[in-house]
């Protein structure tokens, strides 16, 4: 049974950091492009980030450049988002994607708050 389980969301005050984790189930993690999404209220989904397979190259929203960085351990079938310089307009449900060859799997995401 395939499953990406998202955690590591809460409330964070505005230049605060978080750091999100996706761990995988049930599928050959290590071959498949990761991604993560988010969702903000009223809101269409969008790309945050996304890495290789095997994490040599990796592409940020132009919204997260510099602030947020993607990475993966394939050994613990789990990638990560690290969050820093968080902002209000950051606050959304993030989601934990893979994608290899038209085959995609979603999590059911983690709420991530930025306020004061």
């Known amino acids: 049974q395939v499953q990406l389980v998202e955690s590591g969301g809460g409330l964070v005050q505005p230049g605060g950091s978080l750091r999100l984790s996706c761990v995988a189930s049930g599928f050959t993690f290590s071959s498949y492009v990761m991604s993560w999404y988010r969702q903000a209220p009223g809101k269409e989904r969008e790309l945050v980030a996304t890495i290789t397979s095997a994490g040599g190259s990796t592409n940020y929203a132009d919204s997260v450049k510099g602030r947020f960085t993607i990475s993966r351990d394939n050994a613990k079938k789990t990638v990560y988002l690290q969050m820093n310089s968080l902002k209000p307009e950051d606050t959304a449900v993030y989601y934990c994607?893979?994608?290899?060859?038209?085959?995609?799997?979603w999590g059911k995401g983690t709420l991530v708050t930025v306020s004061s």
């Open positions: 994607n893979a994608v290899r060859f038209g085959v995609a799997y």
